[in-house]
Nanobody, 126 residues
Framework: QVQLVESGGGLVQAGGSLRLSCAAS????????MGWFRQAPGKEREFVAA????????YYADSVKGRFTISRDNAKNTLYLQMNSLKPEDTAVYYC???????????????????WGQGTQVTVSS
């Protein structure tokens, strides 16, 4: 399994921006499709964004479309989530996840991902 470590979370005012990073190790990062998920207190985990192994295709939840951008740098073994125009309802623990997918494919169901990071807290104040 690939190991994942998120960073970049913090406290930001509504309308602000943050960039999350997810550093991967232990396996060939470019063999994995990746995703970002989040979980707010008292709520179920929800899908945020996904990207293919090459970065050529992306997919977003409607709630973040146009505000968040998922990207990856396979040379640096790192996944990113650029979050702009943040809202208080974006407050959650954000997790990156990996699915072995060397031949392509895009997933957005958490059950399809085999590796998860420990999460990073994002808090958006109003």
């Amino acid at each position: 399994q690939v190991q994942l470590v998120e960073s970049g979370g913090g406290l930001v005012q509504a309308g602000g921006s943050l960039r999350l990073s997810c550093a991967a190790s232990g396996r060939t990062f470019s063999n994995y499709a990746m995703g970002w998920f989040r979980q707010a207190p008292g709520k179920e985990r929800e899908f945020v964004a996904a990207i293919t192994w090459s970065g050529g295709y992306t997919y977003y939840a409607d709630s973040v479309k146009g505000r968040f951008t998922i990207s990856r740098d396979n040379a640096k073994n790192t996944l990113y989530l650029q979050m702009n125009s943040l809202k208080p309802e974006d407050t959650a623990v954000y997790y990156c996840a990996a699915r072995y997918s060397p031949y392509g494919g895009l997933w957005y169901d958490g059950a399809d991902f085999g590796s998860w990071g420990q999460g990073t807290q994002v808090t958006v104040s109003s």
